[in-house]
């Protein structure tokens, strides 16, 4: 086999959902299979890349090639992230839990009969591909994922400009598509130039098409 378009190029992807914490027993998540981070992880890695990949908890095994750290809050993941730049690539595939619970506690938090539900505080998770597109070590090609149920590709252009990304991967998640935690998926690329729609393809498909478009971009992109 001769020299492959990403050898010696450093990528980081995150995939699958975030758990926060409850208490010891409970969280709320996203939902996320982590099918679509995971395939792009492994098909980085087939092209040559250095991959480490941030999984979020998932069932699925991890993939070939590639160096996996498991977290599982956001903010973890976060550092996780944060830890491994600089990088040449940052694909943030994670559907992260945009709250974490502030009231969380250390103890099951015990049901009382009689008693009214406790409530549950929400505040802020931090925005990691926001983090990540606006950092000091920036990656030369940052990519983010849009799950959207309506007008995609107006949300994926706002999306594109606020997060610092280069490239948004939009994808229309209506539960009629089948797409949460199917096989297949049916995406737009969505760039400062235009728009690209793709057919719709297995997961896989996707992931060695957008590891090829990365190979192709992230040599013109300003070190
Ligand atoms: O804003 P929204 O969650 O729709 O943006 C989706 C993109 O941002 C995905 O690439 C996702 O991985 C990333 N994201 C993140 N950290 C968050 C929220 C979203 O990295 N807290």
Do not use: C
């Not at 069932?59 to 809050?73: A, C, F, K, N, Y």
């Not at 049901?111 to 920036?138: C, F, M, S, W, Y």
């Amino acid at each position: 086999s001769g020299p492959k378009p990403l050898s010696g190029l450093k990528a980081i992807v995150t995939s699958g959902p975030t758990h926060e914490p409850i208490d010891p027993v409970r969280y709320i998540a996203n939902r996320s299979s982590g099918k679509q981070g995971h395939a792009i992880a492994a098909a980085l890695a087939r092209l040559g890349a250095e991959v480490t990949l941030v999984s979020g908890p998932v069932t699925i095994p991890d993939p070939h090639g590639v160096r996996v750290l498991h977290v599982e809050r956001a903010e973890e993941m976060r550092d996780a992230v944060i830890a491994n730049l600089p990088a040449d690539i940052a694909v943030m595939v994670a559907a992260v839990a945009d709250w974490r619970v502030a009231s969380g506690s250390d103890q099951k938090i015990k049901k009382q009969p009689g008693e009214a539900p406790p409530p549950l505080l929400l505040t802020e998770n931090p925005d990691i591909l926001k983090t990540v597109g606006h950092h000091a070590q920036r990656p030369r090609l940052v990519v983010g994922f849009a799950a959207e149920t309506q007008d995609v590709d107006a949300n994926g252009r706002a999306k594109l400009e606020r997060k610092g990304a280069d490239l948004i991967v939009a994808n229309d998640v209506s539960p009629e598509t089948g797409i949460m935690g199917g096989d297949r998926n049916r995406v737009r690329l969505i760039t400062k130039s235009g728009v690209e729609d793709w057919p719709d393809l297995s997961k896989d498909e996707v992931a060695d098409r957008l590891a090829a478009w990365i190979a192709t971009h992230v040599q013109g992109a300003p070190a």
